[in-house]
Every structure is written in structure tokens, then in C-alpha cells.
């Protein structure tokens, strides 16, 4: 099964693209890193960006690593990705924490189908929340690592324009050719 994903700065709408997505009948993953920080919080964890930053990042590249993993290669389909063990990858090169060589090497066994979808930092639908709790420059820098780290691991990259969600949903079919996944249950695009 084609496995995809969609990256970039955090509040650029990853996961909304991916909502719509997963609405139009395409098989989907969820971010790590909010279930993370949802879970630490609830059980009162200190697995958290604010307070054990690698902590949060050896969760978060396990995590993101199993959810790869229980992803099957066989069936046919496309699924897509909220983010993956790459940025967990990328957060340690922000934290000031290289990942480990275990890390890199089982990041290099697992690869996902190229293109990547880059959502870029967009200021005016940002916002902070409980499991978002950093600024948009903190997001911007975060950003920028994760852009390194899939270039790095030689991945090829491409922009969702900062659009309707519609129509980055339709910017993602057009660049796949949408060989591999259903017919949107909305072909005009309306939303």
C-alpha cells in the first residue's frame, strides 16, 4: 500500500487537510504528537514538549514508528500521514538532542512514497491550544528542521498552496494522479 505524508510547520492545517482527507474515503493516520501530549496530560506525564523534550521525542518516534508498522503493504490504497518519525527526527535537531543511531537506521528502513506534502507556516490560521502550547516562531523553527530532515533522508518535496481546503485536497489528487486511492465523494470540489 502507497504510504504518504503530509508535513510542515505545526498549525499550517496538516490535520484538517487530513480530516478531509480521511472524508473522502482515503485511509488515514493521526498525528502522534497531540495523542502524545493528550495522554501525558491526562495521566500527568512529563513526556511533554514543555517539560521533557526527549522524553516527548523517543515517544514520538516510537509512537510514529508502530503506527508505520501496523500500516499494511499489501492492500490496495493510498494512506496518509499526519506527520511522521521523520519529524521526531527533525524536533532533536530543535531541542539540541541528535537523534541516536538506532533512530536513523530505523527511520532508513522505513521509507514513504514520494512525493512529501509540505504544509508551509501560515500565520493567520495559527492558533495555540492545550497540546499547542509553543509560538509560531518556535513552529517556523520547527518548520525548518523538518524541511531539512526529509531533504536529508532524500525525500522529494512539494508545497500545498495555502488554499481552501478543498482545493489543497485537489492539489494533493492532482499531484498523485489519484492512481491509487478513491474517487472524492466531492468532484466539484464544493466544501
Known amino acids: 500500500m502507497p504510504k ?32 502524545i501530549v493528550t495522554e501525558q496530560m491526562a495521566k500527568h506525564g512529563t513526556a511533554l514538549p514543555w517539560v521533557d523534550q526527549a522524553a516527548f521525542m523517543d515517544l514520538l518516534f516510537a509512537s510514529s514508528i508502530a503506527a508505520f508498522d501496523r500500516t499494511p503493504g499489501t492492500a490496495a490504497g493510498l494512506t496518509f500521514f499526519d506527520r511522521s518519525f521523520v519529524e521526531a527526527i527533525a524536533y532533536g535537531t ?20 514520494n512525493p512529501v506534502f509540505v504544509c508551509p507556516p501560515w500565520p493567520e490560521i495559527f492558533t495555540q491550544d492545550n497540546e499547542r ?22 525525500y522529494v518535496l512539494v508545497e500545498v498552496p495555502r488554499t481552501s481546503v478543498s482545493k489543497r485536497v485537489a492539489f494533493i489528487q492532482r499531484q498523485l494522479g ?13 466544501r
Open 4 to 35: 504518504s505524508v503530509i508535513t510542515g510547520a505545526s498549525g499550517a492545517g496538516k490535520s484538517t487537510l487530513i480530516a478531509a482527507l480521511a472524508a473522502d474515503g482515503y485511509a488515514t493516520v493521526p498525528e502522534a504528537g497531540r495523542q
Open 178 to 190: 489519484d492512481l491509487s486511492g478513491p474517487q472524492p465523494s466531492n468532484p466539484a470540489g464544493n
Open 133 to 154: 502550547q509553543h509560538d509560531f516562531a518556535f513552529a517556523r523553527k520547527d518548520y525548518e528542521a523538518n524541511i531539512a530532515a526529509y531533504t536529508g533522508a532524500g
Open 94 to 113: 530543535v531541542i539540541g538532542r541528535p537523534a541516536p543511531h538506532a533512530m536513523l537506521e530505523a527511520a532508513q528502513e522505513r521509507r514513504f512514497d
